[in-house]
């Protein structure tokens, strides 16, 4: 309660995420302190938080009243500015990004910024590991790999003689050796399990290494006893280490684990990494140096089969709402249902029904837990090892749908005739696009809107949807359905004809999953997403995207779909959602991740189409919440996402400095 209070005070008015950053404590926590003082009367109702008088006669009565931010305003306390040679280094960086893969669920990945990554690169610098010699990245979801052949390319030489990525991803592997292969520094790629040794030949191999573990004592000990066995022996090698903070006693366990590894700590830095869509931590992470003695060995020789995630330490149940009656059962350990998918399979205890929707957690009291152990997500756990839990589970929760339950939204199947389709044959289409995290282009727009693109900004805008009721789902189907074939019709809170008219209108368009034939027109489209999004700074290469999709593809087809006619096969429309999961409640929702369409005369209503097959998807998925993001200077794409009863909850804004900086310089 001091700590928040403290923090109010000096940084007034303040943000939730702020007072986290500053405290390190977790926001949640945050928040139900802010809301006890609140309901006492000491902060503000109007948020950002500031002290009223009550509170700031509080402060004074304890000896906090000072407000003193020593804190550094250049570099906010990270130690280490990015230079403006370097700007370049970030662009290219968030380019790559938008381009590489997205963070895993099932690994509980989250992705550092591209700021974050070239801080890495000159914390390496300022070390003096680089230049020169060879680095060992232990799981490199964050492509700090790229970073460095990235900044090296931007000044001109390559900064190391070797980077060895070791990670069980092969689509984090393979968008870095495709990317790699074109700069001057040597980027070598390892498939491996970290739950097992290093192979033998990366054994004592390496200079320095770096590493982003989960974060959990056991993840720490298992990511850094792997670097220790990659570097050479002796004292004075490195270890850059990144973690997120945690309770004092968890902090000490860790802090243990590096202790009985022989390593010892050279420097620290708080709220040093910043991370995308890391919420509970308020999105940061510290890095510590760490430096091998002659006491350094390795504390995990064999292989590993213990707890590594956050997850796999909780022991909570959640209650699970039937969507067809309305009775909540909880699940999880101790529960009768151990899964949702458990609870599934024997239908509703209250009416044999289903299927069902995520609510709370239960509280520890009424589960008879007394151990304390945590529920919330650190700024996300990051990849490296496998979760032998998972096997089989596409959706990275344990939970989801068995494949053979999901169906797909179709327009009639008797379509009218209609004007042929001009698909897109290569990147000189012109589609309407509109994609989320991996970088937004303007979405679908109503008919009255120009065939062109308008140039955007990556995701500036946020908006989402809650799923509708249960009375909601039982409304006039999309399309007809073969006999047997169930049929789950999204309903938001519009009128229920407009949905209704969707397929009717669209024709002789349908919808279908997207597979391998596919894959030269849906490349096309997210090139076009790049290049709309980021400029000259995209990664448009049609070929580097098809080659990222396909990856995907046989990782899983889920949440892909195009628009095609009923004579012709080709795409005309591309959609890709994806699960995410917030990493400060647990709940999962659906992404928007692409939405695009080429200029053929029923644009707007493919586009609708695709809008509703993205929103059954999210039904099918038992998901409460769909999120699309679309520049905010798109007015007709925002338009059609509010027909769809979307509401506006995030801006991004930006100011263009660029011309200031180079007339200062």
């Known amino acids: 309660?001091?700590?928040?209070?403290?923090?109010?005070?000096?940084?007034?008015?303040?943000?939730?995420?702020?007072?986290?950053?500053?405290?390190?404590?977790?926001?949640?926590?945050?928040?139900?302190?802010?809301?006890?003082?609140?309901?006492?009367?000491?902060?503000?109702?109007?948020?950002?938080?500031?002290?009223?008088?009550?509170?700031?006669?509080?402060?004074?009565?304890?000896?906090?009243?000072?407000?003193?931010?020593?804190?550094?305003?250049?570099?906010?306390?990270?130690?280490?500015?990015?230079?403006?040679?370097?700007?370049?280094?970030?662009?290219?960086?968030?380019?790559?990004?938008?381009?590489g893969p997205q963070a895993d669920m099932s690994l509980d990945q989250s992705l550092c910024t591209p700021e974050t990554k070239v801080r890495r690169v000159l914390a390496l610098l300022r070390a003096g590991v680089l230049p020169g010699g060879s680095l060992l990245l232990v799981g490199d979801d964050d492509t700090i790999s790229l970073a460095v052949a990235v900044v090296g390319e931007v000044l001109g030489s390559p900064l190391v003689e070797r980077v060895t990525v070791v990670d069980i991803s092969p689509e984090i592997l393979g968008h870095i050796a495709e990317v790699s292969a074109g700069f001057k520094t040597r980027v070598d790629t390892v498939e491996h399990d970290l739950r097992q040794p290093l192979p033998e030949v990366l054994h004592g191999r390496f200079d320095a290494a770096m590493t982003d573990p989960p974060y959990t004592p056991e993840g720490a000990?298992?990511?850094?006893?792997?670097?220790?066995?990659?570097?050479?022996?002796?004292?004075?090698?490195?270890?850059?280490?990144?973690?997120?903070?945690?309770?004092?006693?968890?902090?000490?366990?860790?802090?243990?684990?590096?202790?009985?590894?022989?390593?010892?700590?050279?420097?620290?830095?708080?709220?040093?990494?910043?991370?995308?869509?890391?919420?509970?931590?308020?999105?940061?992470?510290?890095?510590?140096?760490?430096?091998?003695?002659?006491?350094?060995?390795?504390?995990?020789?064999?292989?590993?089969?213990g707890p590594l995630y956050t997850r796999d330490k909780r022991s909570r149940q959640r209650?699970?709402?039937?969507?067809?009656?309305?009775?909540?059962?909880?699940?999880?350990?101790?529960a009768r249902w151990s899964s949702v998918g458990a609870l599934r399979a024997d239908g509703c205890p209250q009416c044999g029904g289903g299927p069902f929707k995520p609510r709370q957690l239960v509280s520890m009291a009424a589960t008879g837990d007394s151990s304390g152990a945590g529920d919330g997500n650190g700024p996300g756990d990051r990849n490296g090892a496998r979760d032998s839990s998972r096997a089989g589970d596409s959706n990275g929760s344990g939970d989801g749908p068995a494949a053979g339950d999901i169906p797909h939204v179709r327009p009639p199947a008797e379509p009218a005739s209609g004007p042929g389709a001009d698909p897109v044959a290569g990147p000189g289409a012109d589609p309407v696009s509109g994609a989320a995290s991996v970088g937004g282009s303007e979405p679908v727009a109503p008919a009255s809107a120009p065939v062109s693109a308008a140039a955007v900004e990556q995701a500036p805008l946020t908006v989402?949807?809650?799923?509708?009721?249960?009375?909601?789902?039982?409304?006039?189907?999309?399309?007809?359905?073969?006999?047997?074939?169930?049929?789950?019709?999204?309903?938001?809170?519009?009128?229920?004809e407009v949905l209704a008219s969707v397929g009717e209108r669209a024709a002789p368009f349908v919808t279908r999953p997207a597979d391998e034939r596919d894959l030269d027109a849906i490349a096309a489209?997210?090139?076009?997403?790049?290049?709309?999004?980021?400029?000259?700074?995209?990664?448009?290469?049609?070929?580097?995207?098809?080659?990222?999709?396909?990856?995907?593809?046989?990782?899983?087809?889920?949440?892909?779909?195009?628009?095609?006619?009923?004579?012709?096969?080709?795409?005309?429309?591309?959609?890709?959602?994806?699960?995410?999961?917030?990493?400060?409640?647990?709940d999962r929702y659906a992404n928007f991740r692409s939405l695009a369409v080429a200029p053929v005369e029923q644009r707007a209503e493919i586009g609708e189409l695709l809008i509703a097959e993205g929103l059954a998807f999210a039904v099918e998925h038992e998901l409460a919440e769909v999120v699309g993001k679309v520049y905010v200077g798109n007015v007709p794409m925002r338009t059609l996402y509010r027909k769809y009863g979307f509401e506006s909850t995030h801006m991004a804004m930006r100011l263009q400095l660029a011309e200031v900086r180079r007339a200062g310089r």
């Open 221 to 305: 000990q298992l990511f850094l006893s792997r670097a220790v066995e990659g570097l050479r022996p002796g004292a004075a090698n490195s270890i850059f280490f990144s973690f997120g903070a945690k309770s004092p006693n968890e902090m000490l366990e860790v802090q243990q684990e590096i202790m009985d590894l022989g390593l010892v700590v050279n420097g620290f830095i708080r709220n040093f990494n910043e991370y995308e869509g890391s919420g509970i931590l308020g999105g940061t992470g510290f890095i510590q140096h760490l430096l091998t003695t002659s006491a350094t060995q390795a504390s995990v020789g064999g292989s590993y089969g």
């Open 1 to 99: 309660m001091r700590s928040v209070l403290r923090a109010i005070r000096r940084l007034a008015p303040a943000s939730t995420k702020d007072i986290s950053r500053a405290t390190s404590i977790p926001v949640p926590i945050v928040a139900a302190v802010g809301n006890e003082l609140r309901r006492r009367g000491m902060l503000t109702e109007k948020r950002p938080s500031r002290l009223t008088p009550s509170g700031l006669s509080l402060v004074a009565e304890l000896g906090m009243d000072l407000v003193l931010d020593p804190t550094c305003g250049t570099c906010d306390g990270r130690e280490l500015v990015i230079p403006d040679v370097l700007d370049e280094a970030v662009e290219r960086l968030t380019a790559i990004m938008a381009a």
């Open 525 to 586: 489209f997210e090139a076009e997403i790049a290049r709309i999004s980021f400029g000259d700074a995209a990664v448009d290469n049609p070929e580097r995207h098809r080659s990222r999709l396909s990856r995907a593809m046989q990782k899983s087809r889920a949440g892909m779909y195009v628009a095609c006619g009923p004579d012709d096969d080709t795409a005309v429309g591309w959609l890709w959602m994806s699960i995410n999961q917030n990493t400060m409640t647990g």
């Open 319 to 334: 209650e699970y709402e039937c969507v067809s009656c309305g009775a909540r059962t909880p699940v999880g350990p101790g």
């Open 464 to 496: 989402s949807a809650t799923a509708a009721p249960e009375s909601a789902l039982s409304g006039p189907p999309l399309s007809g359905s073969a006999a047997g074939q169930r049929t789950v019709v999204w309903q938001p809170p519009v009128a229920r």
